[in-house]
C-alpha cells in the first residue's frame, strides 16, 4: 500500500485540471465537518489514529501543536512490518523547515512594503520547492525498498498556495507534478491511495485558505462514499490484509 497524503488538494482543481492519475479509478471529497478548526495538524494526527484528535491537539495552543509527535504504537502504521512515513505531520516532519515557512508567511503579512513582499515571497517559494525536491527524491528511492507501507507527505501544494493560490499557473505546474508523483506510485503498487486533508479556496485575487472539505483518491473501483478521513486507517488496514 502506498498513501500520497497531500495537504491542501482541492477537489474543485483537481476536477479543472483533469490530471487523471489524481483522479485514479475511484475518487471524491472527504467529509471534515466534525473538525470545528480543520487545521493540518488536527487533520493528520485524527488521520493516522482513527480518532478524532481536535480537542487534544488544539489544547496544546498554536505554537506547542507543531511539536506533536505521537508514538508508532498509536497509529495504524504498526499494523505493517516495515512502514516508511516521510514528513507526516504529527509523525515525522522536519519540524525546522515548516517552522521557517511560518516565520517567511508572518513577515510577509507584517510588512506593507511592496519590495519586501517581494522579497519574503521569492524566497519562501525557493524555500518550499528546495524541499518539495529533496523530498521527492527521497520518495523514488524508497520506491525501490521493501517497504509493506509507504507514505509520502507533500506539503507544497497548501505551503505555496496560501500566498500564491490566485496563480493558477503555479499552482497547475505543482497539480501536474503530484500526478506524476502518483503515477510513479501507481508503477510501484496496485493499491495506492491519494489523500488530502482539506481543500484550499481563493480568497480575494492572490491568497488561499483551507475549504470545508478533502479529497481522495483510490487506484481501485470502491464504494467509499464522502468518508470521514477518520475512516482511512481501517480502510488501509482492509485494502491491504
Not at 121 to 141: G, M, N, P, S, V
Request: charged residues 35%; contains cysteine; negative net charge.
Amino acid at each position: 500500500m502506498i498513501v500520497i497524503a497531500i495537504d491542501a488538494l482541492e477537489y474543485d482543481l483537481v476536477e479543472e485540471f483533469g490530471f487523471k492519475n489524481l483522479k485514479q479509478a475511484s475518487y471524491g471529497k472527504t467529509d471534515i465537518s466534525e473538525f470545528e478548526e480543520p487545521r493540518t495538524m488536527v487533520l493528520w494526527s485524527s488521520f493516522m489514529t482513527g480518532e478524532n484528535k481536535e480537542k487534544e491537539i488544539l489544547s496544546k495552543g498554536k505554537k506547542e501543536m507543531w511539536n506533536t509527535k505521537i508514538p508508532l504504537e498509536d497509529t495504524f502504521f504498526s499494523e505493517f512490518n516495515n512502514p516508511k512515513v516521510i514528513d507526516l505531520p504529527g509523525f515525522s516532519y522536519e519540524r525546522k523547515q515548516h517552522e521557517k515557512e511560518r516565520k517567511l508567511m508572518k513577515e510577509f503579512f507584517s510588512t506593507d512594503d511592496p519590495k519586501k513582499k517581494q522579497e519574503i515571497k521569492k524566497e519562501y517559494k525557493e524555500h518550499a520547492f528546495k524541499h518539495h525536491r529533496k523530498l521527492k527524491k527521497e520518495y523514488e528511492k524508497v520506491l525501490d525498498e521493501d517497504h509493506d507501507f509507504l507514505l509520502f507527505y507533500i506539503s507544497i501544494a497548501d505551503v505555496l498556495g496560501h500566498l500564491m493560490f490566485g496563480n493558477k499557473t503555479l499552482i497547475k505546474t505543482i497539480y501536474r507534478d503530484m500526478d506524476e508523483t502518483v503515477e510513479e506510485a501507481q508503477k510501484n503498487d496496485e493499491k495506492v491511495l491519494v489523500l488530502s486533508d482539506h481543500g484550499m479556496e481563493l480568497i480575494g485575487e492572490k491568497y488561499g485558505d483551507h475549504s470545508d472539505h478533502g479529497f481522495w483518491s483510490y487506484s481501485q473501483e470502491c464504494s467509499l462514499d464522502k468518508p470521514r478521513i477518520t475512516d482511512f486507517a481501517d480502510f488501509i488496514s482492509k485494502k491491504s490484509k
